[in-house]
């Protein structure tokens, strides 16, 4: 069956880094799209990044243009969103979501558990 | 980036009341409109997309319309599991934004 599981529970301190990790299974990896979304508390759904797994092109949302970098690892199928400079507005639970590559419409079918990073000194 | 705009913020509602969501896009598109449900706690869970096609396992009371930039989402009989929050989601373009959510409650 489809899985996303994502790291676990992050605290840093501002100005650090986070690497958050989103590994796919019961799926061919290269054929769907991973993006992230992050969800600050009690707040709504805020895109952050799009991979494609196939050739590793990614799109960054404006805002967090310069802070975040997204990889992936084919041999693990494992998509890494990397957070840097970290500041208080950044606590939030933050997801992984796949979208289908090859169809004709595009939508976030299956969600990883979500990563919980809190940022305080 | 296309702006999504979700009305009512919240709403109050009974058991078997029928419910509904609009969301306004800031320019049109077809059928690349998508529709979550959050439940406390959980991830948001895919009930609708590309308008009105349901997600397979979800309920039929679930369903929706629309075109150009006005989308509706409907739900015929609201169930004490459909007190949640509600998103829409445009995939026309990138970045893929969201509605900023519709909290239906107990009343």
């Known amino acids: 069956q489809v899985q996303l599981v994502q790291s676990g529970t992050e605290v840093k301190k501002p100005g650090a880094s986070v690497k958050v990790s989103c590994k796919a299974s019961?799926?061919?990896?290269?054929?769907?799209?991973l993006h992230w979304v992050r969800q600050a508390p009690g707040q709504g759904l805020e895109w952050m990044a799009i991979i494609n797994p196939r050739d590793g092109s990614t799109t960054y949302a404006q805002k967090f243009q310069g802070r975040v970098t997204v990889t992936r690892d084919t041999s693990t199928s494992t998509v890494y969103m990397d957070l840097s400079s970290l500041r208080s507005e950044d606590t939030a639970m933050f997801y992984c979501?796949?979208?289908?590559?090859?169809?004709?419409?595009?939508?976030?079918?299956?969600w990883g558990q979500g990563t919980l990073v809190t940022v305080s000194s | 980036d296309i702006q999504m705009t979700q009305s009512p913020s919240s709403l109050s509602a009974s058991v078997g009341d029928r419910v509904t969501i609009t969301c306004r896009a800031s320019q049109s598109f077809t059928t690349y409109l998508n529709w979550y449900q959050q439940r406390p706690g959980q991830a948001p869970k895919l009930l609708i997309y590309a308008v009105s096609s349901l997600q397979t396992g979800v309920p039929s009371r679930f369903s929706g319309s629309g075109s150009g930039t006005d989308f509706t989402l409907t739900i015929s009989s609201l169930q004490p599991e459909d007190f949640a929050t509600y998103y829409c989601?445009?995939?026309?373009?990138?970045?893929?934004?969201f509605g900023q959510g519709t909290r239906v409650e107990v009343k």
């Open positions: 989601q445009q995939s026309y373009s990138t970045p893929r934004t």
């Open positions: 019961g799926y061919t990896f290269t054929k769907y799209f």
């Open positions: 979501a796949r979208e289908p590559a090859e169809m004709d419409t595009y939508y976030f079918d299956y």
